[in-house]
């Protein structure tokens, strides 16, 4: 199993970049310039994210170095050991629907910390790949037409969440574990 | 809510280290933790230029067009109200196609575009209709392939193979997927029971 998704995900990222500027090419576009275009953005993307990783990065360091942290891992731990969810990715799973690149802080922090290899790691990196920030799409969604009763959206999406970070640790357990 | 989650962290942290007798340390923490921010956001630039690059050939080229024509049946299954004729189906199954791809730029305008359609279909302007809920349902959820900001993200942390999380982020946003598809159905059976729809 684990040597199967080695070799997926070994081949996904090369196999996309040449069937894209393959294809790109044979549909005449000029695939260079309109990549050299597309990459400008990277830097500007990059440099945008500064204050969310600082912010967030410098609150969970106090978090954790604190004390505070394993604290709360420990006050949680009946919940959690009976989910078999480990504690330590818990604030990933609760920042994710809320905001983006503040999971995507959490994220990182995990992965700085365990390794982005480790069993950790790869749940962190799974979770936040898998789904997409429930209340920002949703504000932003509805928002643009102006739609303020929003039914049972908010429901769904959350609950889709709690699946899809159930399902993350369970596939990363199988599989890495 | 980010706000709040933000003071609590630093706010309980300080108060544990206060306790603790840690509290001469924090200065240390909280400059280390700053440059540590700056170089993952650096070590990402490498990574996101490239594949940003990709992704705007990937777009020009007509990548999405393809996925479109495979994903119609499925827009049809999901959502019923909506005439398959009509300028709103496309654009659902435009942002679907960019949200697997993993073209977020692309496809943000065009779920709005998707929502602009869906709105004119709404009898209720105020009140989201069936199909606008179903079809945020998708796009909270997120069906994604290619992860691309996670495998940047790991490349710059020094994974040995960042897209490692490539099958199992797959499997998992398909559960996440399918939830939210269940679970739009049902609210929506029952919602519809309740308000007699």
Known sequence: MMELFSVVSAWTIPVFVTAVVVYASWKKVPVFETFVQGGKEGFAIAVGLIPYLVGMLVALGIFRESGAFDLFVELLNPLTSLLGIPAEVLPLAIMRPISGNGALAIATEIMQRFGPDSLLGLIAGTMQGSTDTTFYVLTVYFGSVGVKKIRYSMAVGLLADIVGFLASVAVCSLVFG | ?197
């Open chain 2, 1 to 197: 809510m980010i706000n709040k989650f933000w003071l609590v962290f630093i706010v309980s942290g300080m108060a544990v280290a206060a306790v603790t007798g840690r509290m001469d340390s924090m200065t240390q923490v909280i400059l280390n933790a700053a440059g540590r921010g700056v170089n993952v956001a650096m070590g990402l630039v490498a990574i996101l230029t490239f594949w940003l690059g990709i992704m705007k050939v990937a777009e020009r080229s007509g990548l999405m067009r393809l996925l479109v024509r495979a994903l119609r049946p499925v827009a049809k299954f999901l959502f019923p109200s909506v005439p398959l004729d009509h300028p709103a189906m496309s654009a659902i199954l435009m942002t679907m196609s960019a949200d697997i791809l993993g073209l977020g730029n692309a496809a943000t305008p065009l779920g709005l575009q998707a929502m602009k359609h869906l709105q004119e279909l709404n009898p209720d302007k105020e009140t989201a209709s069936p199909a606008m809920c179903t079809f945020l349902a998708l796009n909270t959820s997120s069906l994604t392939l290619i992860p691309t900001t996670v495998i940047a993200l790991r490349a710059a942390a020094g994974s040995l193979n960042p897209a490692m999380i490539v099958p199992t982020a797959i499997i998992a946003t398909c559960c996440s997927t399918l939830a939210a598809v269940v679970f739009d159905r049902l609210f929506r059976y029952f919602n519809g029971r309740k308000t007699g729809q």
